[in-house]
């Protein structure tokens, strides 16, 4: 039932170290180590052997959130890059992705108080290509040149993205109701 509890999480999963990964083969993964270390399977042992099942099933499923979405599955790259992407502590940007970023907010806020929900929902198909694109380049960066300044910047760049994209959800929410 051991588990390496020190090996990251795509040796965990026997995945590859990379960005693109094979999300059933991470799912089959996921279900076959859930089952060998869910707690209530050691339920039977000691408290020491409970605790450790308790320690696998925890990074076992912290393994799995990290890895089956992309953002947080990049960050985790750039972790084990030793790249620091700066999320909390670089919020430079280009200026044409600001600029970029205030369109795209002025027009969400204008469908909003316009409670046109068309807007929104073209505003959120558009975005959702827009991230996909953005995301292609991440990959790309990750797997094809190991450009880890340009991926931090592409991860910061998605956490604005995916912000708006919650902004875009909160505004179609508060129109149905």
Same mark, same amino acid.
């Given at each position: 039932m051991?588990?390496?509890l020190?090996?990251d #999480? #795509?040796g965990? #999963?026997?995945l590859?170290r990379?960005?693109? &990964?094979d999300?059933a083969?991470?799912d089959q ?6 089952a060998r ?5 050691h339920?039977h042992?000691s408290? =020491?052997?409970? *605790? =450790?099942?308790?320690?696998? =099933?925890?990074?076992?499923?912290? !393994? ?6 992309p953002?947080p ?7 084990l890059? !030793? ?5 909390e /502590?670089?919020?430079a940007?280009?200026p044409? #992705?600001?600029?970029?970023?205030m369109?795209?907010?002025?027009a969400?806020e204008e =469908?909003?108080?316009?409670?046109d929900v068309?807007?929104?929902?073209s505003?959120?198909?558009r975005? *959702?290509?827009?991230s996909?694109?953005?995301?292609a380049?991440? !990959?790309?960066?990750? %797997?094809?040149?190991?450009d880890?300044d340009a991926a931090?910047d /592409?991860v910061?760049?998605?956490m604005f &993205?995916e912000k708006l994209?919650?902004? &875009?959800? %909160?505004a179609?929410?508060?129109?149905? /109701?």
């Amino acid at each position: 039932m051991s588990i390496d509890l020190k090996q990251d #999480f #795509f040796g965990l #999963f026997g995945l590859p170290r990379a960005f693109a &990964i094979d999300e059933a083969k991470l799912d089959q993964a996921w279900h076959e180590l859930q089952a060998r270390v869910h707690p209530d399977r050691h339920a039977h042992l000691s408290d =020491a052997e409970k *605790r =450790a099942s308790m320690q696998w =099933a925890t990074r076992v499923n912290e !393994g799995y959130r990290t890895l089956r979405k992309p953002l947080p599955r990049a960050q985790y790259l750039l972790e084990l890059a !030793g790249v620091d992407a700066g999320l909390e /502590t670089n919020t430079a940007m280009s200026p044409a #992705f600001l600029m970029e970023q205030m369109e795209w907010r002025e027009a969400v806020e204008e =469908a909003r108080q316009a409670g046109d929900v068309d807007a929104l929902e073209s505003l959120h198909v558009r975005l *959702r290509t827009h991230s996909k694109e953005v995301m292609a380049g991440l !990959g790309h960066a990750l %797997d094809d040149k190991a450009d880890f300044d340009a991926a931090a910047d /592409t991860v910061r760049r998605l956490m604005f &993205i995916e912000k708006l994209q919650h902004e &875009i959800d %909160d505004a179609l929410e508060a129109l149905e /109701t």
